[in-house]
């Protein structure tokens, strides 16, 4: 079973056993606007909870992407770094960031679940 | 101060615009379809912007306005006839730019239409200079609405039949609905097109009739890069108090006619002619996706700092990061290589010619 949840940065993150999976949410991209830049972590890297792990850019301004948990990063999406467009279209799927090894899976429980994060997110575009 | 609306501002909701502020007024940032579809659709069909915002001065008197205005701005507007417009500066004595604007000569007098930020400020300067003989007027009683895009033409024609003989940088007197309305073929987009002074009242159905013709309402989103990709400067980013038009490469609005005559300006713009100017506007290309938004400092390949990017963006058509900034003069040459310091990495760049996109009018060419 895997676990999703929220941060307050707007990214998404998905855990199956020790990978977790990390993306922008839709609300964040409908927030952005036409994405036309994403720069991805390194593979092989270390992050750190709440530390920046990437960077997405609109037409209008930049925008650095958070990292919800700490960790080693094992994977990065080329997809979206080639074509960023994807990242509107599909961002909580396919349109993923970077997966990381967790190093404290503890890290999740301060995050939202999807009910608490629909909620803080209209009340913080309100 | 409360924020203002313009004559559109239903109709920007009803079309599903996200507002912002801009210069003391609620604006569209961008539509439904966003920036890059309203971009595009602008440079394949037209688009309709709301430039309300912008001021709209009219000055009349007596037959000395001419020359009393000449002495002000760097313009030939001795030679200029009635419904001709053109593009300058109202400049301070440093010979920085207080303000772009694009002066036509009317039946009796001229109109002047200024920035939305510089516009009272503007007033006053003009007033001050200007003998109390003079009648000025910043109308706020009239809506400004630009059409771009190369079917412009055909949806303008439908609405206000007769518009389409209009030469460009030119106006004339129309009727809409049993009431004057006031078109130049003018633009800031790099596409042919009009702007359309009506008065409030029937701004909103005129509107709707252009869409019914199949137009659709831009923001100031793709206003933006649209005017990007076509070279030209917004004012408040690329041109400033501080920066003169021989620096910021708009040299040719300033007629040779003029320039040993005595305008606001004229003997710091006559020594920069003489002697050149120490920086220059100049358009940049990275040689990357990343994109350089405005105040990115810029280095030569010894690593010193030459400069800083002005306006920075995604050009949608294109299809690459653009931008346009201030170098020293030494590497202001097409193909000089720059970079461009982005989140703490040097990013190399080009400079290249003004401007990214150049229309054909036959078809768009893409000139990246």
């Known amino acids: ?28 991209t409908e927030m952005l606007g036409d994405i036309v830049f994403a720069e991805l972590p390194e593979k ?83 | 101060m409360s924020i203002k609306k313009t004559s559109l501002n239903n109709l920007h909701i009803k079309y599903g ?38 001021g709209q001065l009219f000055i009349s008197g007596s037959d000395d306005l001419t020359s009393d205005l000449e002495k002000i701005f760097p313009a030939d507007l001795k030679k200029l006839k009635t419904n001709q417009s053109k593009y300058s500066f109202l400049m301070n004595n440093k010979g920085g730019i ?77 009727v809409y609905n049993n009431e004057k309305v006031y078109i130049t073929r003018s633009g800031y987009t790099g596409e042919d097109g009009f702007e359309i002074s009506i008065k409030h ?11 019914e013709n199949g137009s659709k309402l831009i923001g100031l989103g793709a206003r933006d890069t649209l005017r990007m990709e076509a070279g030209l400067c917004l004012y408040g980013n690329d041109l400033d108090n501080d920066t003169s038009p021989i620096e910021a490469n708009l040299k040719w609005a300033i007629p040779k006619s003029r320039i040993e005559t ?23 290309k990275p040689d990357s996706k ?6 990115t400092k810029i280095y030569n390949d010894k690593n010193q700092e030459i400069g800083k990017v002005t306006s920075g963006t995604f050009g949608p058509s294109v299809e690459h990061p653009i931008a346009m900034g201030y170098v020293d003069n030494s590497y202001s040459t097409v193909n000089t290589k720059i970079f461009l310091e982005v989140r703490g990495k040097k990013i190399p760049a080009n400079i290249c010619n003004l401007p990214f996109y150049k229309k054909n009018y036959v078809k768009g060419e893409i000139n990246v």
């Open chain 1, 1 to 28: 079973m895997s676990e999703v949840k929220y941060s307050k940065e707007h990214e998404w993150i998905k855990l199956d056993g020790e990978e977790a999976t990390i993306g922008i949410t839709k609300h964040a």
């Open chain 1, 44 to 126: 092989g890297s270390n992050v750190d909870k709440d530390g920046t792990a990437g960077v997405v850019e609109s037409t209008k301004a930049a925008s650095d992407v958070y990292t919800p948990v700490s960790g080693e990063v094992t994977d990065t999406n080329q997809m979206i770094v080639d074509d960023p467009s994807k990242i509107n279209e599909d961002p909580e799927e396919s349109a993923w960031f970077f997966k990381l090894k967790i190093k404290d899976k503890s890290e999740m429980d301060s995050l939202m679940s999807k009910e608490e994060y629909e909620k803080f997110a209209k009340e913080t575009s309100a």
């Open chain 2, 17 to 54: 615009a996200k507002l912002v502020e801009f210069a003391g007024y609620q604006m569209p940032i961008q539509y439904k379809d966003g920036i890059i579809q309203e971009h595009k659709y602008t440079r394949s069909h037209s688009g309709i912007f709301d430039v309300s915002h912008m």
């Open chain 2, 98 to 174: 207080q303000d772009d604007l694009i002066i036509t000569k009317t039946s009796d007098g001229f109109l002047i239409i200024l920035n939305a930020a510089c516009k009272y400020n503007d007033y006053k300067v003009i007033k001050s200079k200007l003998d109390n003989q003079y009648k000025l007027n910043l109308d706020e009683s009239l809506s400004l609405i630009a059409l771009q895009g190369p079917e412009a033409k055909n949806v303008l024609n439908k609405v206000i039949p007769g518009c389409d003989s209009l030469k460009f940088m030119n106006g004339n007197n129309y």
């Open chain 2, 201 to 211: 009242s029937d701004a909103e159905t005129f509107v709707e009739n252009l869409i």
């Open chain 2, 262 to 284: 005595e305008f606001v300006g004229s003997e710091v713009l006559k020594n920069q002619f003489q002697s050149g100017v120490k920086k220059l506007r100049v358009g940049i």
């Open chain 2, 290 to 295: 990343v994109i350089a938004r405005g105040n």
